[in-house]
């Protein structure tokens, strides 16, 4: 089975993150892609706390229309920071048989060198990097840590790092859709329309739950 896994904080999920998981789960052509909200961040550090279990039901209604998307707690059941080095080696043991596509933005693949075990990573699963506004990659290789970067091979024609593991990194362009969650928290808090930013499902229960106004979430600022 081929999985693609898009983690994140979804506070709160937005369009663009299901136009990504479906352009990859198109482009190759994966059996599910697997939504993964983080339960604690490490890059993105919480001023204010919008609990996970909110979080999970916004992706879970948002992905609800389609049946190649699923959604998992599984960094909600672990202490500590959401590392994705520890997500994907639980899942690696929950999956023997899946090949794993993880998927990140470009932005986020330009600072991979400071993600915990990063080196680690490559050799668990194939990595879909998705542009992104203002962090366009030309050249995946150019961009690789110092440290690892004789364990690749780039294939220019295709945009390609291939790994000593054998799974590979793809370059995939042309999604520059720029939404913003925390535009979207900010268009809330003023009680104005979300609608064609989120799926209407997760607007309704924004708007019923005053995710984003009541006083209890209302400093819920990490992105």
């Known amino acids: 089975m081929k999985t693609g896994i ?28 697997l939504f993964i909200p983080a339960a604690a961040p490490p890059h993105k550090p919480m001023t204010g706390e919008l609990p996970f279990e909110v979080r999970c039901e916004m992706v879970r209604l948002a992905t609800a229309g389609n049946p190649a998307f699923a959604v998992s707690d599984i960094e909600g059941l672990r202490a500590g920071k959401s590392y994705s080095i520890d997500t994907l080696r639980e899942l690696r043991t929950e999956r023997p048989g899946d090949e794993f596509f993880f998927v990140i933005g470009s932005d986020s693949f330009l600072d991979f060198g400071s993600w915990h075990e990063y080196d680690a990573i490559f050799a668990l699963c194939n990595i879909v990097v998705v542009e992104r506004p203002g962090a366009e990659v030309p050249d995946l290789a150019a961009v690789l840590p ?22 590979s990194v793809y370059y995939l362009a042309g999604i520059p859709l720029d939404i913003s969650s925390s535009a979207i928290r900010g268009l809330a808090r003023l009680g104005r329309s979300l609608r064609y930013l989120v799926p209407e499902p997760v607007e309704q229960y924004i708007t ?16």
């Open 6 to 33: 898009l983690g994140g904080t979804f506070n709160p999920i937005h369009l663009a993150h299901l136009r990504i998981a479906e352009e990859v789960r198109d482009t190759f052509a994966l059996d599910q892609v």
């Open 146 to 167: 110092v440290a690892i970067a004789s364990r690749f091979c780039y294939h220019a024609a295709e945009k390609r790092l291939s790994h000593c593991s054998g799974y």
């Open 208 to 223: 019923e739950q005053r995710i984003y106004t009541h006083d209890r979430y209302h400093d819920a600022h990490f992105p």
